[in-house]
């Protein structure tokens, strides 16, 4: 994992991550349909996911998949002919879910489906409905107020039948069972924030991951959010308590601050993680309490599972105007903000990979570094000092409760310096690694001594 | 309750609130005497006071129950036979509880028993002499400046006899005998924030809360300060005990801004209710650590009994220049504010009386509120919104841990939208409330599933 | 001990302070040898020091007492002769432990053996080699500028030989075993901030203490850093687990801010102790964290030991720029830093002394004090207000839970006053004393009532 942090070339994976969302763009996807198998099979040819498919009418826990939503064409075609709204322009006009419409409608009728954002007279807004048979169009509220009276032609040439639900997910398997959950959702259309960045970002880790030795099993799951979260839980609940620390991606690549949503508890490891990470980076960072809105989080997170899963984002849903319109467009992130999220979701898995507890080897006061070359021969001089700081505080605080992450939070050091000073340590016999299943140091009972 | 709450008419309140002040503001009251009587024979007009007498000589705890007060006129003539300070123009002007006096003095002899404000030179003084015979006046600075060498003539016709002291109480029985303590002093003579507010405050409460049904029982205390408070501990040491939450109603008129000074222990489920309330009022407000100074939470808060009780203000008490002063007068205090301080007990109240812990019938996710009409059916709208975030802050919340109170906490949403999501939650059986008892969510362990 | 604090006479403390900082100065110290003995044995002239001599050699902990370093003269000559770097004008310009040299060099071989401060080219910087045999001068910046092409003549006429490690402690015997740490380190050369401050301030200290009764025992170390306190604590492993409470003093006679620097575990009583006295200065103060950089405190607090010391200091050590040359020097210092600085080492001594904790006589309901003459007759004046309020304070919270720090800390009142409003209580048996092996106020359970 070193070597793959210290190859990293963070110019070309913004362009690789802004690239695949490119092509991902287009689609149109929903919480079932073809426009999500499409979007997998995309993912498929960087890693080797597994695809599942849910019969709709299958029960779970107090939900039921729905209906398989596809869609081909849908305009509406004013008194005159021309189509003033037509899906091909953007796939946001439908609203999701619209069941099939083929007909003529007054300029009266037509309003009661259509929906626009006043405050927004350009921008499509993103609206939906899942859960209840309807059909409308999304369109600019300048365009809506372009409407004359007459005769309107409308066609939704949608389906909505029974079929399936479809989500894949990736297991990298690592040394021990313990996993770490990335999860992100596939169901939005042409969107690029909310919700392509996560995808790609997801996409491009797991590809970055997939070949290097991992301590823990890490499982990366591509789903329509929320049923896509009740359907992965109901059919993994045993699967689910394996999971240890997790993270859901959406928003990682607008040029806002990073924020870091806490799990439920607000006191997980992995909040102490992505919080040293955002300390870390030296750049502003905001963290917000866990709120059981969202997205996939809220189920990960509901009390049954309570599982420790935060989410780390650029600006959060709801708090960016363009979220949920035709305005989160290509032109909305960045290389470089979506490669910066990248890397700080790498600094989180190479704490959580890298983090252990230690003691040092004699806990009477500090050992002679000097003799050992660990520090500066000269007393005094102060080009050295950067790296004595990190061994001292190792040294110090591996006393058996201390892991090396809290040393680095306690210590204000960058977790890399503070990992480190303890590979130098190590090397010198002056730490020794705390059996994770037996943390108390009775090694210092004996009063062991070092030196001989 | 809710009910008391809508109907209430606030401008209403805040007249009758400062009426029944009006009402009060000219009797010369002191710690016993024919004052208090006057007093609490107004306010059981209002309410159904039981009225008690503890004669002079009672041993109570480390005190001894004085001898009572009663005066009937004082004034200082000068040698031209004026009156230059008397009684009859503000009670404040004689020492309270002065021994009688009737003689000639020097102005040198004089001015030994002779108080002023020399910082304040229009105001009177509110000095006392409870626990040694003594006897004076309080005049304005003006006053004693203006004073002439020569004999002045003295009256103080006043007793200091056995007799006893008086105070009363309201039970008003709830369905659980845990008491809610209301509890304000009733020993100052013509002074309005300071303390007249909370007599009339706490009258009108009752007033309110007599006729409805309560949960909880509402013990409303009217005393002298201090020796009242211990006397009426020292007699119902068993009943204390049923006390779970209290506040002290005092300056509860002013326009300041609404203080809460805390319980001894700081962390009382009264003290997390009233900074709610004080949080939800959205106008500005002060939290103070309790101090072992002040007025009677000083007793209920003492280490053995350890009472919850706080204070509910509005400027504390010294913190004002007008405190203990001729100036604490009717143009001090106002119908608004005091009518706001009445708002924030029944804030406070509403809290007690509603608080309650659920668990949610279905741990494992979110259930579907869409199909059960909780939601809005079109996902994106923005209308709904306010409605919903309560609903889902109450359903993941719901573990048997968090109250209601807790949920209304750590979401920062109004208790009452909380309150209010947890009746429509209940009303679906989404929740079930937790026995007070058995507070382990024990239904989870058989993963019950809602959906049928 | 208020004797003591009463007649301390704080301008002439300062200029004892000083003046033995002004005789301790030339002498050229190391971590052994004569310099030690002679400063050991000024300070004996003060106070009844017990000087050890440790063989070099021995091993302690990790660490093996080195050999005795001396030095009688050094000096480098341009190829004029003339001495243009003299040991004589500065004993810093040896680089400490430098190896007997005698002989004559290039201006580039004997560039390899100079040490300067580009950034400070007018001072002398301090470095050492103690653990690895080497030579070198320290001189300015300047000088080194000057230097020409041409051979030099360097001499430094010193010893490295077998001999001992000196230090000496001083423990000053209480009523109880429990001892209070206080230790400085004496190997650093003509400097005095950095740290002939600390040990003039523990020297002057000791002679204040060593004539009065104590409660705990008190052990003055001066030792050489490091090498100094793993010595003692290696030869003192089971004396050491006595130390209750620690400061290890240095740099504390400059101008700047007190300065306090926790225990490694953070909420040590010593740590509450000295921020009291800090709050209790009314004068600006800093608190830092531990870090296991720094002085002595590194090895007390090393985690086998984990001793409760602290440091209490003006300007720490590094953050001045004067530290580790030539220009902490007599001018850097003052006698009013110097003398205030004792007197907050006195202040938490004082709180050492007399922290206790209380039970209240009557726990139910105030007592009257009035009768006990502790507060004043007329209720109202204000002249007997800060004297009131600190009994109001211990009365409430001797619950035999709150010592009377503890009381200080919370109530905001200096400490001094909390003691003697305990002692009024105490002197009316309104309060009893909590055996320290029994805190459970159980007098209070049998409702002990004071009033007779």
């Known amino acids: 994992m070193d070597r793959l942090l210290k190859e990293l070339d963070i110019d070309k994976v913004g362009k690789e991550l802004y690239a695949l969302t490119e092509r991902l763009y287009p689609i149109c996807r929903s919480i079932t349909g073809n426009g999500v198998r499409e979007t997998l099979r995309i993912i498929s040819e960087q890693i080797p996911i597994e695809v599942h498919e849910v019969p709709s009418g299958t029960q779970v826990f107090d939900w039921v998949i729905p209906k398989e939503w596809n869609i081909r064409d849908a305009y ?3 008194s005159r002919g021309e189509k003033i709204v037509d899906f091909k322009n953007s796939n946001l006009h439908v609203l999701s879910y619209s069941t ?9 009728e037509l309003k009661e489906h259509l929906f626009t954002l006043p405050d927004h007279p350009e921008w499509i807004p993103y609206f939906t409905s899942y859960y209840r048979e309807s059909w409308g169009f999304c369109l600019t509220h300048k365009q809506y107020e372009g409407l004359e009276d007459g005769e309107y032609e409308v066609l939704i040439d949608s ?8 989500y894949a997910q990736l297991l990298l398997e690592g040394d021990i069972e313990d996993e770490v959950l990335l999860s992100t959702y596939i169901c939005h259309p042409s969107m690029c924030n909310d919700n392509l960045s996560g995808v790609a970002l997801l996409t491009t880790l797991a590809k970055y991951l997939k070949d290097i030795k991992l301590k823990h099993s890490y499982r990366f799951l591509f789903i329509p959010e929320t049923i896509g979260s009740i359907t992965w839980l109901s059919r993994n609940e045993v699967e689910a308590f394996k999971i240890r620390h997790g993270l859901v991606a959406t928003c990682v690549a607008d040029s806002g601050t990073s924020t870091y949503k806490r799990t439920r508890n607000g006191n997980a490891l992995i909040d102490k993680i992505v919080e040293k990470v955002l300390i870390d980076s030296d750049s502003p960072y905001e963290i917000i309490d866990f709120a059981p809105t969202g997205a996939d989080e809220r189920q990960f997170c509901y009390p049954g599972f309570n599982l420790s899963v935060g989410s780390l984002m650029r600006t959060p849903y709801v708090c960016y105007e363009q979220y949920h319109t035709s305005a989160d467009d290509l032109s909305f992130i960045d290389p470089e903000s979506f490669a910066d999220s990248l890397e700080k979701y790498l600094g989180a898995i190479y704490i959580i990979e890298h983090n252990a507890t230690y003691v040092n080897s004699g806990p009477k006061c500090e050992p002679q570094l000097g003799k050992r070359g660990l520090i500066n021969a000269i007393g005094g001089q102060k080009d050295g000092k950067v790296d004595e700081m990190p061994i ?3 040294l110090n605080f591996s006393d058996g409760t201390y892991s090396l ?3 680095a939070v306690r210590s204000g050091v960058n977790f890399k310096y503070i990992k480190a000073a303890a590979d130098a340590l190590l090397s010198k016999n002056l730490l ?11 090694m ?8 001989t």
Chains 1, 2, 3 share one sequence.
Not at 100 to 108: I, N, R
Not at 159 to 166: I, K
Not at 432 to 442: A, G, I, M, S
């Open 392 to 394: 001292f505080w190792v």
């Open 76 to 78: 509406i075609k004013n």
């Open 405 to 407: 992450l809290d040393i």
């Open 444 to 451: 210092w009972s004996g009063s062991l001594n070092l030196s």
């Open 432 to 442: 020794v690694k705390v059996d994770e299943h037996q943390t108390n140091p009775r």
């Open 159 to 166: 389906t909505l039948e029974d079929g399936s639900l479809t």
């Open 100 to 108: 099939p419409v083929k007909g003529k409608f007054t300029l009266e």
